[in-house]
Structure formats: C-alpha cells, structure tokens
C-alpha cells in the first residue's frame, strides 16, 4: 500500500505561480511512475504531469514550458511547479503512484484556484 498527501493549492491571480507537493509513504520502494492529475466539474480527470524512477519526464500539451514536476533525493516527495497560472488551470489537483505490479494509488486532492 501506497498513502499520498498533496498540499501547496490556494487562491491566485493569473500569472502567478504555485507549488504543489506530494508525501508518499508506505511501500514507496514499489512505486514506478507518480504523476500530478487534474479534475474539473463535469469532465473526466487528466493526467498534467507525470515523473519516472528514472526521473524521466512527460507533460500534457496545456502546461507544458509552465509546470515542472520533480522529485526530491529520496524520491518519496513529488513536487510540481507552476507557473503563469491561468483560469483554466483551475482544479484539483491529485498526485498519483503507480507501482510495478500496476496497482494504482491516489491522493485526497488540494484546489487550486486561478482568478482573472
């Protein structure tokens, strides 16, 4: 089992930034890939971001050159990083972890509000 715990949202204007971070706990040694989701009423949720043990990298069309998503030296915290906010980044926000055996974990989500 895999616990995830997200905090950074809150209320921004546009153009500002946010960073959203991400604990992982549990059997972190299992964990393959974690990724930052996002969920608006109404529409399915989407994946942002996502960051592999290997660190590699990979990011939805709409945020890419604004969001950067990073892992610290243990690997257990994710971050994502973003800037110039705009209205349509309003969501929450969820990290999720997927582990070699595919089993898929997620977090409670944290809001976050973009204003114009």
């Known amino acids: 089992q895999v616990q995830l715990v997200e905090s950074g949202g809150g209320l921004v204007q546009v153009g500002e930034s946010l960073r959203l971070s991400c604990a992982a706990s549990?059997?972190?040694?299992?964990?393959?890939?974690m990724a930052w989701y996002r969920q608006t009423p109404g529409k399915e949720r989407e994946r942002v971001a996502v960051?592999?043990?290997?660190?590699?990298?990979h990011y939805n069309d709409s945020v890419k050159g604004r969001f950067t998503i990073t892992k610290d030296d243990s690997g257990n915290i994710v971050f994502l990083q973003m800037n110039n906010l705009i209205v349509e980044d309003t969501a929450v926000y969820y990290c999720?972890?997927?582990?070699?055996?595919?089993?898929?974990?997620w977090g409670q989500g944290t809001q976050v509000t973009v204003l114009s």
């Open positions: 999720n972890a997927v582990t070699w055996a595919t089993a898929e974990f």
């Open positions: 549990g059997s972190t040694s299992d964990i393959w890939d």
């Open positions: 960051i592999s043990r290997r660190r590699r990298t």
